[in-house]
């Protein structure tokens, strides 16, 4: 069993910067993939990005690329989210997540496929 503690999240203008955390207990860490996804109100859940177990790779969804960056420490079971250029339509609870299984050649992007969730830290975005 894996538990994910996000934090970070807050209240920040447009154009600004946040960097979330995702804390994880268990041993297994290393092993897994990570996610990030968000859900704002009235929409459904979607993906932001994922880094693999060693964080040789990454992936982003359209919307966020070349402002957010997702990068891993293994040795501190923690992986993190940096949100740079931050705009209202980023506004939303954001969730980590954890893949126990290994997937090539790029970390998972469907939420179905993750196996553990963070309770999810709040990201808002003023004009």
């Known amino acids: 069993q894996v538990q994910l503690v996000e934090s970070g999240g807050g209240l920040v203008q447009a154009g600004g910067s946040l960097r979330l955390s995702c804390a994880a207990s268990g041993r297994s860490f290393s092993n897994y993939g990570m996610g990030w996804f968000r859900q704002a109100p009235g929409k459904e859940r979607e993906f932001v990005a994922a880094?693999?177990?060693?964080?040789?790779?990454?992936y982003f969804a359209e919307s966020v690329k070349g402002r957010f960056t997702i990068s891993r420490d293994n040795s501190e079971n923690t992986v993190y989210l940096q949100m740079n250029s931050l705009k209202p339509e980023d506004t939303a609870v954001y969730y980590c997540?954890?893949?126990?299984?290994?997937?090539?050649?790029?970390?998972?992007?469907?939420?179905?496929?993750?196996?553990?969730w963070g309770q999810g830290t709040q990201v808002t975005v003023s004009s």
């Open positions: 997540a954890a893949d126990r299984t290994p997937r090539l050649p790029a970390p998972s992007a469907v939420a179905g496929l993750y196996d553990y």
């Open positions: 880094i693999s177990w060693s964080g040789g790779s990454a």
